[in-house]
Structure formats: C-alpha cells, structure tokens
C-alpha cells in the first residue's frame, strides 16, 4: 500500500479539484488498513476506505472540506454502524494538478497542524533513504508518511482478444502491477485502455520479447497458434518469472513437441504453465479471466515471487 501518484494525476485530469482521504492510525479493529485512501470529488469517488457509515461520511465531508488539509478521528460502533468496535483517524487532503507536481516522488510526507517536523520523523525518513526501504505508510506526531506507491511485478498480457480484454479488465485495477499489453495492430485495442496499461501495438509481437524484464510475468493468449509458439519459444530463450499458454492438453502436447524440436530441454519447457485458469469455471472469456487471475495472484505464487525476489 503506497500513495498513488499516478491515480490522483489521472483523477484531476479527468474531475477536476479532489479530495484524498487516507486512513492515518487505526485503534483495535478496523476495515481497513492505515494507507487504504480513496479520492473523492464532486460527482464520484474511486477507491474505499472501508465503506459503511464510516466511509459514506467521509465522502460528504471530503466535498465540503475548504482546508486543503484535515486530521479527524472516528470512533466506530453501534453509533456508526460499524461492527469493528475500534477507532480511525483520517487524512483528508484537498489536490490540484499543481498540488500533485509538487510532490515528492519517493515519499509523501505532510502534517494537519503548524511546526516543524518533529525529529522522530526526520530520522524515519534518514533511515529509509539510506536503506532504500520505503517506509509503511504512519502517523507519527500528528505528520502523515506515505511512500509512493511503485508497482512491484511486470506482467506482459500478448493478446488483445476478448480473454485478453477480460484479464485487463479484472487486472488492471490492482495498484502492485505495472501491465504491458501487446497485439499485432492497434485496432485490436479497446479505444479505452486503462490507467497503468502499456498497450504497445507491434506487427512482429515476438521481437519485443526481448525488451520484457528477466523478472517479467507473461500470458499468452493471441489469436494465433504460430504466434502463441513463437512467443513461447522467444520466452524460453529470454528468460521470465513466470510464462503461462492459454490452450488444452492437446496444445501444449503439441507445443511441447515443437519447441524440443526447437532446441528446448525437456525441463525448460515445463517452466511454461499450460493449460491455465481453472477450466471448470466454464469458456466464458470473463471466467477464464477470472481463473487466470486467480491463479496469478493466488498466496502459493506471491510466496513463490518473494522467494525469487529474495534469491
């Protein structure tokens, strides 16, 4: 969880003035975490803080608020019809594009109040800038610290088809992925890509395989059997964290055969994951998206991905 510089960008292009409302501290239990923030403007909202009472308030708060800065605090319970029985402090603070340019790139640092910083902080931000550890989003002494917020995994979705459209549709969301999306042309592409998606339409798909980070995720998924196998075979001789082939047994039989006679080991290949998804949610390209997804985001792969990232 960080401050999303690029989602408030976006949202003042698009609405104008907004109001990010951040949770700051929490006491006992509570929806949602501290760094959970959502934008709000005149006629919309993105994001969540928790919903509820607690949320809805605050939304109505944020489009009247004139301070371009407020700390509140919020006892939830029966009064506010939150089940959680703890406590929320929230940040509440008014952007323009302005506002937002003037940022720091790496950690977001601001305080409600006058005065100057205390040295508790100071040495948070000393110590996490020599490290090159971003610290977790903290209120200390009523200044609020955030680090800007950096996707951590390259996921490379070939094909712009409509599981390739329902995978971004249900991926694109998530703030810990920075997505590439290649195709052959660009009217392949929706006239809307998503905020964070890379669309890069290619006529030679395959020759970009080589410009992926070795850290990379891949999905193939094209509308082409030749070009699912090239870029497999491309895959195999750059390197990746994890590659996965939309397809049947009988595909990736078939692949598999090819890509030996290509110069692939046995066990390089098995380092391609086909078929993909759960095939009893159904063809439906939403359910194989949401299979796919699944199975990219499941806790197994995440532990799997810190144990490389560690290695």
Request: proline fraction near 6%; glycine fraction near 8%.
């Amino acid at each position: 969880m960080g401050f999303d510089l690029e989602a408030l960008r976006e949202a003042i292009k698009t609405h104008g003035t907004v109001t990010r409302v951040v949770i700051a501290a929490i006491k006992g239990s509570s929806p949602r975490e501290v760094g959970a923030a959502m934008l709000v403007w005149e006629d919309g909202q993105s994001g969540t803080i928790g919903g509820g009472t607690l949320e809805f308030q605050a939304t109505e708060a944020a489009r009247l608020q004139t301070s371009q800065i407020k700390l509140t605090h919020h006892a939830l319970g029966p009064e506010m019809g939150q089940c959680c029985g703890g406590a929320v402090s929230l940040l509440s603070e008014v952007y323009d594009l302005e506002a937002v340019n003037a940022l720091d790139s790496t950690i977001v640092v601001r305080s409600a109040k006058d005065g100057d910083m205390p040295l508790s902080v100071k040495r948070l931000l000393a110590s996490a800038r020599s490290q090159g550890i971003a610290p977790e989003p903290q209120l200390i002494e009523g200044w609020m610290v955030e680090p800007v917020h950096q996707p951590t995994r390259n996921l490379w979705i070939w094909g712009a088809g409509h599981v390739g459209r329902a995978l971004v549709d249900v991926l694109s969301p998530l703030p810990d992925l920075a997505i590439t999306w290649v195709d052959t042309t660009q009217d392949r592409f929706p006239d809307s890509i998503p905020p964070g998606v890379t669309a890069i339409p290619a006529a030679k798909p395959a020759a970009l395989v080589h410009h992926a980070p070795r850290s990379a995720e891949h999905l193939v998924l094209t509308y082409s059997h030749n070009l699912d196998l090239e870029l497999c075979n491309r895959l195999l001789s750059h390197d990746f964290r994890f590659a996965g082939l939309i397809g049947s047994a009988t595909k990736w039989a078939r692949f598999r055969s090819r890509l030996a006679a290509l110069g692939h080991s046995p066990e390089r290949i098995s380092r391609i994951t086909c078929p993909i998804g759960d095939p009893s949610l159904g063809k439906h390209p939403q359910m194989i998206a949401v299979g796919v997804a699944a199975q990219v985001l499941r806790p197994a792969r995440q532990n799997d991905l810190k144990k490389d990232l560690s290695a």
